[in-house]
């Protein structure tokens, strides 16, 4: 009777171990098709350097070329009333009036102490800005006005 009990136990290992394999099977070929997706970033990676040497390149010719002015910079404007008491009465080129503003408010220290973006307005500068506080980017706009 004892080998009765041993033959039907050597018949059920068998079964078992064949349903682990066939798990064991499918993640295999998970793993299989996931190995050439590592394969193909690594070429990705390499095209960028590839690149970076032909950067170096264009840097190094643009100094060459030697960056002329466009002339409507340059054109000098009569500045309004309001303007001429800050930068004067004498026409300027745009660069120059942003120059001359740039100089009286550090002067006179009206940059806001909190945001440096932000100009606060004294008498002179209310009467050009319309306001008492205004951003450095919308000054140059606020300057055109007063431009002729």
Do not use: C
């Not at 050439?36 to 970033?41: E, H, N, V």
């Not at 990705?44 to 190094?60: M, W």
């Not at 973006?117 to 000054?139: H, P, T, W, Y």
Request: aromatic share 4%; no cysteine; hydrophobic share 50%.
């Amino acid at each position: 009777m004892a080998t009765a009990k041993k033959a039907p136990a050597k018949k059920a290992a068998p079964a078992k171990k064949a349903a682990p394999a066939k798990k064991a099977a499918a993640p295999a070929k998970k793993v299989a098709a996931k190995a050439p997706a590592k394969k193909a970033a690594p070429a990705k990676k390499a095209a960028p350097a590839k690149k970076a040497p032909a950067k170096k390149v264009a840097a190094k010719k643009a100094p060459a070329k030697k960056r002329t002015p466009n002339a409507a910079f340059m054109k000098a404007l009569t500045p309004s009333a309001a303007l001429a008491a800050v930068v004067g009465a004498n026409p300027l080129p745009r660069t120059e009036v942003v120059s001359k503003l740039w100089a009286y408010i550090k002067k006179n220290k009206l940059q806001d102490a909190v945001n440096k973006r932000m100009i606060n307005a004294d008498a002179k500068l209310k009467e050009i800005f319309g306001k008492m506080q205004v951003s450095m980017f919308e000054m140059a706009g606020l300057i055109g006005k007063h431009l002729k």
